[in-house]
């Protein structure tokens, strides 16, 4: 079951940095440029180690997102493994035919035609002739370009291009995919259609590594994930929880509560579980460590769920609350909490004398941690990533004679793993 | 059930190619093999090149007629009519053109093969492939130029009635032996162009330079014989000289100075793929 295809040990990349010399005269550029050729010893330079000690194993059929902030290593660490850049120290061993996927539209030619460039394309990214052959009308009829095949490709618009691209690059079959940043391009309908193109592949048993700033696109499309920071894999994990994680952390620097620096909100939590939500339509209470600095009379307190795109999924706000001041708890307990997996931030009020129009804003803070929601899917596992709500639901017709289960369904998708 | 699965990975044809990345240590070791796994790119390299050669011009491949003739005629007037250079009893137009052919390919693959890695700077910082496919291909492509001049070749060969002789089965040699010097050179010259730019202001020159060092447009027999062998270091004398004589049957077949050229190509060759093969493992992080 769990044969590993990528196995990473020690792997570490070192890059010179710096300014190189600078030229002195005209003398010493033409010297430079007929002995440098030759020479070897340069000025001592400083090294950057954008990588170092980088072990793990992927196993097949396993996709696994690389997330970190830029310059964590994410790009260098898939152009070794694409074999584009040679690694300084430790060794990677892949096994079965590599295909990567760098860029949108490697090796296109403007002056080539469609036709022609779909071949060129091909065979750059790994493909053989016969292959590209087989696959010629599904590569066209996905990028919807049948009827400009013999226009060149200059001529296309940009969308086009684009379209063409990532038809070829999608229809790659090989073993090992190696995916890096390129679904960010095209418009959100070609965007989804690559997606599930992608989603495909992986399920006749491929292994993808994948490399985006987009955190829908991860959670969508990798099972696990390895946040790399500074060079190094800090965590590894599950997806949800780990974004949850990251996108913590990429918020913290920016976040902060604002009121009269009170630091009234000091944390929360879901009991035991942390900040992750693993089952919605069970009854979840939200566990708020306050210290109020004051007595609170007839006070509020307003709790808000924002998704990912900022939208305000629910609010809940409660009046005449009356607090001391010292360390203590609000807890919230919803029947539950039906949301689809994802990152969601928590924003908290707190208001004393009054509501939260007419009482004294005592704080408003930014929940930290993000609330993990990492339910499984309810019925289609594709249902995961549509709209907003994670509700059951029961279809019957005629001549539908099972009715399927959450648990038949929720099985073998995501519950397989158990770590 | 571990049998079974165990028989399965143990048959030959399932097992997949274990790809070991490491860093770079044995750059002397030439990928011959890996390079040949990669003939269908390799292949559509050249297509590419050959296609997009002459894309947007008004009179296409006649370029590679038409560069070869009127060199030919200019060198013709200059140095036959003007100079009187010895011409081994050959006309003059067969003269050098003879010597214009492979001097002609060998000339623009040279300097195809040395901007190559360069110019697809874009392919080599996004996707693997052995790098030495890029010059290879270059020195390829301009064989299709070539059979295009060498028709009209065939076509002053029968307007100036020089019989074949047996030795024109040893063009193929002389051949090789052009694609081999370009590919040696073309090697050294792409990867120090991929990190030294300079490369691409020097070539101009040294292929002028390297013209006038090589019998083109004189015969080799106007050197002094005993600077001659000395003369073979440059692998295109012999090929340029052996050209000549296998295509007319004038003038001596080359000798002894074959011998230095394929040893100088030999050279060439191995010095250039081990330097390629060196420069390969940093490029994707310079170019």
């Not at chain 1, 607090?323 to 949301?339: A, D, F």
Request: one cysteine or more; glycine letters at 8%.
């Amino acid at each position: 079951m769990s044969e590993t295809v990528i196995q990473v040990e020690g792997l570490g990349k070192r890059y010179r940095v710096g300014e190189r010399e600078r030229y002195l005269a005209l003398r010493d550029v033409l010297t430079r440029v007929f002995t440098s050729p030759l020479r070897r010893n340069r000025r001592p330079v400083d090294f950057l180690w954008a990588l170092r000690n980088i072990n793990f194993n992927i196993s097949r059929g396993e996709i696994v997102g690389l997330i970190g902030r830029n310059g964590a290593g994410k790009s260098t660490l898939l152009k070794i493994l694409a074999r584009i850049t040679h690694p300084t120290e430790g060794s990677a061993d892949l096994e079965g035919r590599v295909g990567s996927l760098l860029e949108v539209g490697t090796g296109f030619h403007p002056e080539l035609t469609g036709r022609e460039n779909v071949y060129l394309s091909g065979a750059i990214l790994g493909m053989r002739k016969r292959e590209i052959a087989r696959k010629f009308d599904e590569i066209v009829s996905f990028a919807e370009v049948e009827r400009f095949l013999d226009t060149p490709l200059k001529h296309y618009s940009s969308g086009m291009q684009m379209r063409l691209a990532f038809a070829v690059a999608a229809h790659l079959e090989p073993e090992i995919l190696l995916v890096d940043e390129v679904l960010a391009v095209g418009d959100l309908q070609f965007q989804k259609k690559c997606l599930g193109k992608m989603g495909d592949v992986a399920k006749t048993g491929r292994t993808i590594v994948f490399v985006s700033h987009q955190m829908t696109q991860i959670r969508r499309l990798c099972e696990h994930v390895f946040w790399l920071d500074g060079g190094q894999i800090r965590r590894g994990g599950r997806t949800g929880e780990l974004i949850a994680a990251y996108e913590t952390e990429m918020m913290s620097g920016s976040a902060k509560s604002q009121g009269d620096n009170f630091e009234i909100f000091i944390g929360w939590e879901l009991g035991s579980s942390g900040n992750i939500l693993k089952d919605g339509l069970r009854e979840v209470t939200f566990y708020f460590t306050v210290n109020p600095p004051e007595p609170i009379r007839r006070g509020y307190f307003g709790f808000h769920i924002h998704n990912d795109a900022s939208v305000l999924v629910a609010s809940w706000g409660f009046d005449g609350l009356n607090m001391e001041p010292g360390v203590q708890q609000i807890r919230v307990t919803l029947p539950q909490l039906p949301l689809r997996p994802g990152t969601y931030s928590i924003l908290t009020s707190l208001f004393n004398g009054g509501n939260n129009l007419t009482g004294k804003m005592l704080e408003i803070w930014n929940g930290i941690p993000f609330l993990a929601v990492d339910t499984l899917p309810l019925c289609h596992p594709e249902d995961a990533w549509a709209g907003i709500l994670n509700l059951p639901a029961q279809l019957d017709c005629a001549g539908f004679k099972e009715s399927i289960t959450v648990q038949q369904i929720a099985g073998p998708i995501r519950g397989s793993r158990t770590d | 059930m571990n049998e079974v699965i165990a028989k399965i990975d143990s048959s030959p044809l399932a097992a997949p190619p274990v790809i070991r990345i490491t860093p770079p240590n044995r750059w002397w070791a030439l990928p011959f093999r890996e390079l040949w796994e990669y003939r269908e790119l390799i292949y559509f390299f050249v297509w590419r090149d050959i296609k997009i050669r002459y894309k947007q011009t008004a009179i296409g491949a006649a370029w590679a007629v038409l560069q070869p003739f009127m060199t030919m005629l200019i060198f013709s007037l200059f140095f036959g009519k003007l100079a009187h250079i010895p011409s081994l009893g050959l006309p003059y137009p067969i003269f050098y053109y003879s010597a214009l052919l492979p001097w002609m390919y060998f000339s623009s693959a040279l300097q195809n093969s040395t901007s190559s890695i360069v110019e697809n700077q874009r392919l080599v910082t996004k996707v693997y492939f052995p790098r030495l496919s890029l010059p290879f291909s270059s020195v390829l492509s301009g064989l299709v130029d070539f059979a295009i001049s060498f028709l009209m070749f065939m076509v002053l060969v029968i307007y100036y009635r020089i019989p074949p002789t047996p030795a024109i089965f040893l063009v193929p040699f002389f051949l090789l032996l052009a694609v081999l010097t370009a590919l040696g050179v073309g090697l050294w010259l792409s990867a120090l162009n991929a990190i030294y730019r300079d490369v691409r202001y020097v070539v101009p020159f040294l292929v002028q330079f390297w013209m006038f060092a090589s019998p083109v447009a004189y015969p080799s027999s106007l050197v002094p014989a005993k600077w001659r062998w000395l003369y073979g270091l440059n692998p295109m004398a012999g090929v340029i000289e052996g050209f000549r004589w296998s295509l007319t049957g004038h003038g001596t077949p080359p000798g002894r100075i074959m011998i230095v050229s394929c040893t100088m190509v030999l050279v060439l060759l191995f010095s250039g793929a081990a330097y390629f093969q060196k420069m390969e493992s940093t490029v994707a992080d310079v170019v």
